[in-house]
């Protein structure tokens, strides 16, 4: 059985030099070149999800699509540069399975 924790967070933002305090070490991912961080949401709808996120002006990085480990997944930026991987569980995969299809869309 899975176990999941359903967690809601509000991210605001105006734009970079609004959420920035440089004088504090506070910089953007933006003014930084990048983030290391990458915040994942496993929700009930990622399609629901990804449409919101762009409707909010997250930039698509990978676009949603069913992927071979059973999630439908996919990646945006949002407007201050930071990560963000959207997925919802379409399946159950064995690990069997999931080495085929992964060997599968190598091969492709």
């Not at 991210?11 to 991912?29: A, I, Q, R, W």
């Not at 990048?34 to 762009?54: C, N």
């Not at 069913?66 to 990646?75: A, N, Q, T």
């Not at 995969?93 to 299809?101: D, K, P």
Request: glycine share 6%; aromatic share 8%; with cysteine.
């Amino acid at each position: 059985m899975r176990r999941e924790a359903s967690h809601v967070a509000k991210v605001k933002c105006v734009g970079t030099s609004h959420d920035e305090f440089p004088d504090y070490g506070l910089e953007s991912p933006t003014t930084l070149n990048g983030s290391p961080v990458t915040i994942h949401l496993q929700v009930d709808d990622a399609d629901t999800w990804f449409d919101r996120a762009v409707s909010a002006g997250a930039t698509v990085t990978m676009p949603l699509d069913d992927m071979f480990w059973g999630d439908r997944y996919s990646r945006l930026v949002d407007p201050c540069g930071h990560y963000w991987s959207i997925a919802s569980q379409i399946g159950e995969v064995s690990r069997e399975e999931m080495m085929q299809r992964a060997a599968a869309e190598l091969a492709n």
